[in-house]
């Protein structure tokens, strides 16, 4: 006894074909309907069990045309179908004369056994197989029309989601790519200046020391030997602040950003309170001026680092013996969007034109700062704030510097 097996994968018909033969039965495969009916023409068959999304003649044509055909009236057909898998599909299927409509996938157990009892209660019956229901060649072509039809805006509506998914996942790995180069880049930025600025303060200590015990014998160069201690507790307080910068970086860098309400002022007014308590050996001058105490912008703790950092290098570049330093706190709107504005106006050394966007990024001059800037910009972006530099006394850089930052306001 034959069975047809009719579907255009080949893993499918492999899997159908050992299915079959383990109930006993001759296995004959086809991978469209036009193939199969002419297998079909040549031998005799008890069952065809086909898919029905096939090419040149699909799984309903060909159970029309069996159907169609009186030689065929004894021919089982079963419907075996992953995309045609609707109630309206099997109510087609069973119209145009189909015996069964299975979806796949079924397990094999199962599978064997539902074709054993279609071929049971064949026998046992000797019923004629299922005839073709309607007849009329306009109402069947109006069906399958529709069955059709219905598949074409299922599959177009699939591809639809699959595009756009797919232009999710490229658009995801893309940003992804770009977002890993940018950090590797940094990476790379901030291993050169920690290996720059480490090697210059290791050279600082190593010249003090050196000069420190040159002079330890010489009552008369007191005063140069403690200047030099000075300069080693000054080079290891600029070394710890450079490592709390390398571990802040890797903090952004690693960890997810969480923004919250803080009040910038009661901030710097710390910062400013600790600076004229520590023993710097310069004179502070420093002034905050401000017109409303609520100066709350969206930020996080690392607000605190920014501030310290813009103090460090107003104070560090100063070769004035009183450094002074005015606050000035003001709102400003751009675009719709509010702003809280901070200057930090100075008296240093000041920053040429050519290097007031390079201090946020490399520096190897001798007036660099290390990753202190670096750190600055990098936080100030994840507050979606903008930093730049000015001179305090327009075009002439000699006079100081002007830092300004621009912080959302959270009212």
Not at 26 to 40: F, H, P, R
Not at 221 to 241: M, T
Not at 365 to 371: C, D, H, T, W, Y
């Amino acid at each position: 006894m034959k069975v047809l097996v009719v579907d255009d994968k080949k893993e499918n018909l492999y899997l159908l074909e050992r299915m079959i033969k383990k109930i006993g039965y001759e296995v004959v495969v086809a991978d469209n309907g036009k193939q199969a009916l002419e297998k079909l023409n040549g031998a005799d068959f008890k069952m065809v069990i086909s898919d029905i999304l096939m090419p040149v003649m699909d799984g309903f044509q060909l159970c029309r045309a069996v159907r169609s055909d009186e030689k065929f009236n004894d021919l089982l057909f079963v419907f075996y179908t992953a995309t045609y898998v609707e109630k309206e599909d099997k109510e087609f299927a069973l119209k145009l004369g189909a015996d069964k409509f299975l979806r796949k996938p079924l397990e094999p157990e199962k599978f064997i056994r539902i074709i054993k009892e279609i071929i049971l209660k064949k026998e046992l019956s000797q019923t004629k197989p299922s005839k073709i229901v309607v007849k009329e060649e306009k109402e069947l072509l109006k069906l399958y029309s529709e069955r059709l039809i219905h598949k074409l805006e299922k599959k177009l509506l699939d591809l639809e989601k699959e595009i756009i998914e797919r232009k999710r996942v490229e658009d995801a790995l893309k940003k992804s790519e770009k977002q890993y180069y940018e950090a590797f880049r940094r990476a790379e930025c901030y291993k050169d200046l920690f290996a720059h600025d480490i090697n210059n303060i290791l050279q600082n200590i190593l010249i003090a020391t050196q000069l420190c015990q040159f002079l330890s014998d010489n009552p008369e160069q007191q005063q140069i030997a403690a200047e030099s201690r000075e300069k080693i507790i000054q080079q290891v307080r600029r070394g710890a602040n450079l490592t709390s910068n390398v571990r802040k970086l890797s903090q952004l860098e690693m960890n997810e950003i969480n923004l919250e309400k803080r009040n910038l002022l009661p901030i710097l007014e710390n910062i400013v309170s600790n600076y004229r308590k520590s023993d710097i050996d310069k004179e502070l001058d420093i002034k905050i001026e401000f017109s409303d105490e609520n100066c709350n912008v969206l930020a996080n703790e690392f607000l605190e680092d920014v501030f310290r950092n813009i103090f460090e290098n107003n104070i560090t570049h100063n070769e004035n013996q009183i450094v002074r330093i005015k606050i000035k706190i003001s709102r400003e709107q751009i675009e719709n969007k509010r702003y809280i504005r901070t200057e930090f106006n100075d008296n240093g050394i000041g920053i040429e034109d050519s290097r007031k966007k390079e201090i946020f990024r490399r520096q190897y001059s001798k007036f660099s700062i290390g990753l202190g800037l670096s750190l600055v910009q990098r936080i100030i972006d994840t507050f979606n704030g903008k930093i730049w530099v000015e001179d305090r006394v327009p075009n002439d850089y000699k006079k100081g510097s002007k830092f300004i930052l621009l912080i959302p306001e959270v009212i």
